[in-house]
T-cell receptor, first 111, second 114 residues
Framework: GQQVMQIPQYQHVQEGEDFTTYCNSS?????IQWYKQRPGGHPVFLIQ?????EVKKQKRLTFQFGEAKKNSSLHITATQTTDVGTYFC???????????FGKGTTLSVSS | GAVVSQHPSRVICKSGTSVKIECRSL??????MFWYRQFPKQSLMLMAT?????????EQGVEKDKFLINHASLTLSTLTVTSAHPEDSSFYIC??????????FGEGSRLTVL
């Protein structure tokens, strides 16, 4: 079945450093979504990418969708302590019937 | 943004009892809701897709008779963990999808079975 792999599993950075998490799917996706889950909280939708090669920015966050629509990345510039949490990618299959989550990347930031 | 309410947020029960968790979309109609299970520090595992007015579609390895899902209306889906055992202890999260595609998650229900 469809698998979504995400690396790294954990990342610790100093405040101000950049951070990137990568997501790879075993199959071509119709779209990919990114969520953030704070410790003790529930996942919150960040963004959805649909087009091949798409790049979207939200302030310090940059999201990319690969040309083959099988991989994606989330890059945070100049991390802040408020960026702490687990970032999940979720790939939607071609039929649009299933959203499969990656294992997440847990980001910790020290000031 | 859209709001999805999940209740109860925490429940502790004895082994052998059944527990019902409700998931409501408060400001939009959700023809499809999803139930996920999340173990500590792990990802969300899709358990089943709940469709209004029809039977839920379960993921491989999820016992239908163990995790009963009912989607009686466009705003309510319920998950019942039947005859719960300690290994069923987990964080259960529902989500609902609007037409735009993104999921809106409930706040989750932490089940502890003694």
């Amino acid at each position: 079945g469809q698998q979504v792999m995400q690396i790294p599993q954990y990342q610790h950075v100093q405040e101000g450093e950049d951070f990137t998490t990568y997501c790879n799917s075993s199959t071509t996706l119709s779209n990919i979504q990114w969520y953030k889950q704070r410790p003790g909280g529930h996942p919150v939708f960040l963004i959805q990418l649909v087009k091949s090669g798409e790049v979207k920015k939200q302030k310090r966050l940059t999201f990319q969708f690969g040309e083959a629509k099988k991989n994606s990345s989330l890059h945070i510039t100049a991390t802040q302590t408020t960026d702490v949490g687990t970032y999940f990618c979720a790939g939607c299959n071609q039929a649009g019937t299933a959203l499969i989550f990656g294992k997440g990347t847990t980001l910790s930031v020290s000031s | 943004g859209a709001v999805v309410s999940q209740h109860p947020s925490r429940v502790i029960c004895k082994s052998g009892t059944s527990v019902k968790i409700e998931c409501r979309s408060l400001d939009f109609q959700a023809t499809t809701m999803f139930w996920y299970r999340q173990f500590p520090k792990q990802s969300l595992m899709l358990m089943a897709t709940s469709n209004e007015g029809s039977k839920a579609t379960y993921e491989q390895g999820v016992e239908k008779d163990k995790f009963l899902i009912n989607h009686a209306s466009l705003t309510l889906s319920t998950l019942t963990v039947t005859s719960a055992h300690p290994e069923d202890s987990s964080f259960y999260i529902c989500s609902a999808r609007r037409t735009a595609g993104e999921l809106f998650f409930g706040e989750g229900s932490r089940l502890t079975v003694l």
